[in-house]
C-alpha cells in the first residue's frame, strides 16, 4: 500500500516537473540554484551532470565492493567545495531520516540512495525519478544488478537444432518489439537499437513472409537470428539470417516490429533489479526503471541491520538474516550477557522470485556481512568475514562451504573482509583478543578493570588469505581497531597495488585514526594520521537525535571511523572520516614524501560506510543525512561512447 502511495507521490511529481520544465527558461533558472526544492533537492550549479551511458558494464557503480578496473577513467572532484552540482536531504529537514549504505549509479547515470524512509532515484541533474517505501527499516546496503549479473546460473543458454522440439521449449512467449512511445520521440533510434540485439531471435508476424525474384527468404512463423546490426547514413539495420531457408535478410530497425516478434529464451535472462533486505527479514527486488517490487521473500523473524550488503550473482541473492539471540553473540561469550547486533546465517535466494535456494550458517555470527563474489574453477563462490573476522568462501549456486579460517575467538570487529582480483587475497581486519594482560572486567564500566571489549586502542590485524584454497599469507599488526579497507593504485605508490586501511575505533573519545597503505606482501609503506575524536558522540548525532526518534527512525547513525577508501582513476584518494569531513588526499609531485590532503568538505555528519561512488564525470558521496554530487571533470566522449544530454523529454520517458 505504502509503495503505491509513493508511487503516486511520484507520478504528482512527474506532473509537477512538467509544469516546472515549461516554467524555467532564462532568468527563472537562477533563481532555484542554491534552493532547496520540495523533494529535498538543492542543485548548486547551473552546470550540469552529462549522463554518459555505460555500454561495458551495464551499471557504473553497482554496489559498495566495485573496484576500479585498468584502463577505466572514473575522476573523483577535483575540489570537494568548489565542485559540488547537487545534494539531497529529507524534504522536511536535515535530520529526517538516515541512508543506508552508500550511493549507487546505474548504467545512465542516475543515482540510487536507499534510507530509512525509502529507496529513492534520481537522475543525474538530480531530479528525483521515484521512490519506493520498503516493508521494514532497510538491513543493509542494497545493491543494482544487471540483467547480466542476475541471469540464472550464468550459463550460456545451449544452441539447439533451429525448429526443434528443445528449440520451442527453451523459447518464451512472443513479445513485442518495441513499446509505442518510442517511435513519437527523438530518442527512438536509441531505444530501439538498445532493445534488439545481436543474437536475439525474431518470429516473423502472420502475413508477413518476403519472396523476391522467385526466392522466398522467410514466411511467416519462420524464426531467425539477428547477426549483426550495421550503422549506415545514421540509419540502423538489422542483418537476420533464417535457418530455414538459409537467406539473410536486412531490415531497418525502426521497421522491425511491423513484420517481426521477438523471442526470448525462458528462465535464462532476468531482468535487471536492485536487491535489499528490512529487518524485519524480507528481501526483496525492485525494478530499476519504475521503483515496482519484483518480489519480496520473508527469510527470517528478524534481521539484524545496518551494516554490511545484499547482493547477487549469477541469478543467485545472498543476503544476511536470522538476528543472533544465543550465546555466540554475547560480547565475551562466556560471562556476559552484552548482546551485539548479528546475524546468524546466509541465505542463498532465487534471484527469478526470491525462492530460498540454500542457507549457510557460519562458525560466528555476521554483523558487516559484505559478499565479494568471483569464479574459482568454473565455479561461482563468494568470500566474507564474520564478527570474529574469520572468513569463508562458498558456493553461490549450493552454499556448499569451500574454505573457511576462524577468526579470534570472542573478539567483535566492525570491519569487513576485503577481496583483491589482482592477487586474489581476501583481507581479514581483526581485532587481537581482548585480554589487557590477564585482568579485564567482562561486565564492562563501571568497575576499576578496563571491559573486555574493544576500544579506541584495542590493536587488531590484517591478515591476507589465498582466496583460492584459504591458506594464510601473512598478518601486520595494527595499533587500532581496522575499519575499512580498499585494494587499488595510488598516484603516490607509483600506481602499484597496494591495500588501504583504515584504522579508528568508531565516535568515541579521545579516539586516533590512522591510514595504512600495505603493499601485496604485508609490509606497511606509508601511514598517515587523521583527525581524533573528542566526543563520545559522532557530528551531528545528538543534534538530530530527537528529531529522528519523533519520526520513528533509528537515533544514531553510528557512522564507522571512516568511510571505506576510494581511490579514483588518477590514483588520488578519498576519505570521509567520523569528524563529519570528507579529504581529497594528493601529492602534487607524486611522490610519498609530498602526500597531504589537497581538498576538504566539512560536512557536520559521519558518513556511510562505502560512501563514495564514481562515474564519469560524477562522484557521489552519501553521509548520515544527506546525499552530495560532485561534478568532477567534463566527460568528452574520449570513452569511445555515446554521449548525450538529459533534456526533458528523455527525463519523462524514463516512467
Ligand atoms: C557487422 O557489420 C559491420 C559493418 O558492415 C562489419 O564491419 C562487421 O564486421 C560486422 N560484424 C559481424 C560480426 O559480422
Ligand atoms: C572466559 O573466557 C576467557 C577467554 O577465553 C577466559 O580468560 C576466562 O577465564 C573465562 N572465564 C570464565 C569464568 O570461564
Ligand atoms: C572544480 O573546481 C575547480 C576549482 O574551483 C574548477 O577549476 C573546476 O572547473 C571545477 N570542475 C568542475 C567540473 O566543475
Partial sequence: MAARALRAFALQFLAASAFALVMRGG???EEKIGQVNQYGVTKYSKRQIRAVRNVQHDNWWPDGTRELRAGEDLEGATDLTENISWGWHHPNGVWNTIPVGGPMIDGNMNVYLAADDAIRKFSPIGDLLW???PRGQIAATPALLSSVASTLRGVEPPEFKPGSAEEEDALEAEEELRPEWASRVGTKVQR???QVKVGDRLKVRPGMGYHADGVEYFKAGDKGKVTNITRENGEERAIITWPRTGY??????VTLSKRFLLLKRRGTMLPAMMVASTTNGYVFA??????EELWATKVSERTAGVKGATNGYMGVIVAAGERCENHLCYRFRNQTNKMIPANNVIHGLDAADGSSIWSFTPRSPVWNFVPFFTMHHHTAVFFFSDIEAGCYCVEVHTGKLVWSQQGTLGTYTQAA????TGNRHFYTLGHRAYDYGDVCNPAGPPGILPGCEAGPRTPGYVKAFDSRNGNPIWETDVPFPPANGVVGALRFQKMHSRLIVTLGYSCAYNSPTEVWVIDPFGARR???????????DCPGEIEAADYRRATGGRDKCEPSSWTKPAIDSTGDLYLGNQVGTIQRWSSPDDTPHAVRVVSTLDTGM???EAAIAFAPGMMAVATCSSLIVFQTYTANGSFGQENWALNESSVKNLY
Avoid at 525492485?286 to 521503483?291: A, F, N, R, V
Avoid at 573482509?417 to 583483491?420: E, L, P
Avoid at 606509508?526 to 573528542?534: E, L, R, S, V, Y
Fill in 27 to 29: 532568468d527563472n533558472d
Fill in 131 to 133: 521512490s519506493y517505501a
Fill in 192 to 194: 530501439l537499437e538498445t
Fill in 248 to 253: 539473410e535478410s536486412v531490415a531497418g530497425i
Fill in 286 to 291: 525492485i525494478e530499476p526503471e519504475t521503483g
Fill in 417 to 420: 573482509g576485503v577481496y583483491a
Fill in 526 to 536: 606509508m601511514q598517515f594520521k587523521g583527525p581524533t575524536m573528542w566526543s563520545n
Fill in 606 to 608: 559521519g558518513f556511510q
